[in-house]
């Protein structure tokens, strides 16, 4: 097996990794909306607010640590907006009681995110190895991948195959 015909190998386990991959990543939700919950909360009437003296200490707090040209209260003019709205920035959770259906959508949102992941990282190691086993891998060993290299679309069918030939390397 010629080095043009390892580099072939190579770019599609690489395209097949590309595309496993990007399959993936399309399989992954998008992360729930704390705005849409505080509404649906704010509609069906389940909206609470903290404690107001929870609120104040934040404030104050805030408030000390501010620097000189720092201010609770800021003017909403900028030059992307020319409204003159005076505005107060302060966090939902400082100010609201976060639904616990958002807590749990959340908690659902980053397992199947991180069971994802886990699946990527699996794959990409998957065809770091193959890459190796194609560089590295005698040329009797790599001709039976090569005839069957544009009907093999699955990094598992592709290491199987390298495992199946490397065990019948010897009994020829």
Known sequence: MNQAQ?????????KTCRAQTQVL???IPDRPSLNNYMIAAFLD???EFNDIARLKELMRDTVLKMGHGDSLIQ???????KSDDTYVKIKPHDLFVIPAAYHKAVEEYEKVKNDLQKKINALNSQADTIVMKLKIGSAKALETLISQVDNIADLDMMNNTLKLTAGNEDSK
């Open 75 to 81: 003017e909403g003019s900028d030059w992307r907006r």
């Open 6 to 14: 390892r580099e072939y190998l190579v770019d599609q386990v690489q």
């Open 45 to 47: 009437n389940t909206i």
């Open 25 to 27: 990543h399309n399989q």
